[in-house]
């Protein structure tokens, strides 16, 4: 498996177990080295429950390979300190307590790097300490002395060092982590109907005309499915028939056909020029675009007949179709790494390097677990050694043990099972388990939605149920994803299914996109309110801090996400309270209960609070009443001001 991972502006957790024989105090730092190899000194300090366990905390911003080790030390002030404490108090060995604690100040004051400063005042105490071996109270002031305390916090004494083997942690650019995702079909935007019936399809010249209005909502990620050409052969209808009439596009991911297969374009689509032109459109708007690299084929690919052996031949003579039992693809043939492993490494790497040559850095990676997990960790692995700005998103939506399997083998991203936990208990479970259980290797997008799941709690939740999918992941997680229509409240779903009806998968949507929104009819301006408050606050950049609060009702969802003016960019610290009402059929009323010290509060203190989205201000303490209305406005995302 590769090396632990980060990303630029990530605030990286370093934990270790240490301890040593007998009672006397240990220390424990990391020496860390940036890719440039600057040193740096970070001291851990006890986590205290009982298990040895030490953590400090560092923002990594350089991308590249880090290297870092743990260094244990006994500390031998801290030892002194605590046992002179005890002894003196109870008036025993208070001669030796002293003369060791003035043996320990002059040995201090003796090391030719330390402070002149310090070194002054440590002498100052060393003789002070000697005077007062038959004076117990003076020696107890001495020991007491917080001054004293912070020169050996400032700059241990240490003996019986020792160091840890060196590590490795890459840190990844910014967007490998966090970034805002906007999923739409360019055949969709500009297409036309004529007066007969028939459809002329979006190209990558009209679909660049949505750019702008995708990065002013805040998205910094545009998602294109599959936008080679597509294959005729079982070609799809409409919501999934199995006969498709003519002028019927068929499913993008049904790939490969007479215009040749994953390397190319679909005709209706435009050029490789074109497409190159819309990546240029899309930086010149502040967005990425992200390519679906969906490793199988139409029976018309031209792997289908370069290399049967990449298929699985059934006794029959015939090729085996894509199945997710019951659903099956009679569109898609699956392919097979057995026969040919080294032949289909080399052609999948080569279908990625052109599309990086292209302009693309991301890929979204449709069904990443049906594939062995080898080639995905040597895949990346190749990749990144010539393009390290490469990023992967793994649509792993598959059993916990695979999907983690694949963000450790190297996926930077993945989907997660936000889609379907929408009751307070279910997402307490999954935003604590995501936070603080699996982020050292994997990050979550959270997907509000994708042209394949339409979850019932959207079906059946109203305009409500959309803003509160969306508020929680623009909140709970760095990265999270739109499919287009969410906005314009797309919830009826073909009967039977959790996907939409009249799906875009299969053939085209008209969407007035401009009309909707200057008629109110449209979340884009919550959309928008949403990723302006993601890009002001920072402590909702950073995946490891949030933590689940308490309310008295059990459709009110509350978390923290709080982070300190040492870890952040700005110098300042900055803490978001997210009150959910995660039933949109309802008013809540309820008191929620806050661990205020998470932010620097003491509690029962009061201090000013604002709701980002409506403006209004409060004062709160640590047991606040709310009421959140479903119908108007389901959720509170309060920032905690004026703290330091």
């Known amino acids: 498996m590769l090396r632990p991972k980060a990303f630029s502006g990530e605030v990286v957790p370093f934990r270790v177990t240490a301890f040593r024989e007998g009672h006397d105090s240990i220390g424990v730092q990391l020496r860390l080295f940036s890719p440039s190899g600057d040193p740096s000194l970070h001291r851990l300090h006890p986590l205290l429950d009982g298990f040895d366990h030490w953590l400090t905390e560092v923002a990594l911003t350089a991308e590249g390979d880090w290297t870092f080790r743990f260094e244990a030390y006994a500390d031998d002030f801290a030892t002194w300190r605590h046992a002179a404490e005890v002894k003196i108090e109870a008036d025993v060995d208070v001669a030796v307590m002293a003369l060791q604690g003035a043996e320990l100040c002059a040995r201090a004051a003796a090391e030719p790097d330390r402070p002149a400063r310090q070194r002054t005042a440590l002498r100052s105490w060393s003789t002070a300490l000697r005077t007062a071996t038959d004076d117990a109270q003076a020696a107890l002031r001495i020991v007491h002395d917080d001054e004293l305390a912070s020169v050996f916090r400032e700059r241990p004494l240490m003996s019986l060092a020792t160091a840890g083997e060196e590590l490795a942690l890459r840190v990844e650019r910014e967007r490998a982590g966090v970034g805002a995702w906007y999923e739409f079909f360019p055949r969709s935007e500009g297409a036309r109907r004529s007066a007969d019936g028939s459809v002329r399809s979006g190209t990558f010249r009209t679909a660049s005309r949505r750019l702008p209005a995708v990065a002013d909502m805040g998205f910094q990620v545009v998602y294109l499915p599959p936008i080679h050409p597509i294959g005729l052969t079982n070609r799809k209808g409409p919501n999934n028939t199995l006969t498709a009439s003519p002028g019927d596009p068929g499913s993008p991911w049904a790939i490969g056909g007479a215009a040749g297969g994953h390397d190319a374009i679909h005709p209706d689509l435009g050029s490789p020029a074109d497409f190159r032109a819309f990546v240029k459109t899309a930086r010149q708007n502040g967005l990425e675009i992200a390519l679906d690299l969906a490793l199988q084929a139409s029976p018309d690919h031209p792997w289908v007949t370069a290399h049967p052996e990449w298929f699985t031949t059934l006794p029959d003579g015939s090729i085996a179709f894509a199945e997710n039992p019951p659903k099956k693809y009679q569109d898609i043939y699956p392919i097979n790494f057995d026969n040919d492993p080294e032949g289909l490494c080399a052609e999948v790497l080569r279908i990625v390097r052109h599309w990086i040559a ?48 694949l963000a450790r083998a190297g996926f930077q991203q993945s989907y997660s099972y936000f889609t379907w936990r929408n009751t307070k208990a279910e997402l307490e479970e999954f935003f604590t388990s995501i936070a603080h259980e699996t982020a050292d290797f994997l990050r979550p997008n959270l997907f509000v939605n994708t042209p394949d799941i339409l979850t019932e709690y959207l079906q059946f939740g109203g305009r409500a149920a959309y803003r509160i999918r969306a508020a929680l992941a623009a909140t709970a997680a760095p990265l999270y994803g739109v499919y287009a229509g969410y906005e314009l409240y797309e919830n009826v779903a073909r009967s039977g299914s959790e996907e939409n009806i009249d799906n875009e998968k299969y053939e085209y949507k008209f969407r007035d996109w401009a009309a909707a929104e200057a008629s109110g009819d449209s979340l884009a301006p919550y959309l928008r309110r949403l990723n302006e408050i993601r890009a002001a606050h920072p402590a909702l950049r950073q995946l490891r801090n949030l933590t689940v609060q308490h309310s008295d009702d059990d459709a009110v969802l509350v978390y923290v996400k709080h982070l300190p003016a040492a870890l952040s960019s700005s110098g300042a610290s900055d803490t978001i309270v997210v009150v959910a009402n995660v039933d949109p059929h309802s008013v809540r009323q309820t008191t929620i209960h806050l661990d205020t010290s998470l932010f620097g509060v003491p509690p029962g203190d009061e201090y000013p609070v604002q709701d980002l989205i409506t403006g209004a201000e409060w004062t709160w303490a640590d047991h606040n009443y709310v009421r959140l209305d479903a119908f108007t406005e389901p959720v509170h995302i309060v920032h905690v001001k004026g703290r330091s």
């Open 358 to 405: 292209q302009g693309v850095r991301i890929f979204r990676v449709d069904n990443p677990h049906t594939k062995p997990l080898w080639f995905w960790e040597w895949l990346i692995r190749t990749v990144t050694v010539d393009d390290p700005d490469v990023v992967f998103l793994a649509e792993a939506f598959t059993r916990p043990a695979p999907l983690q399997a």
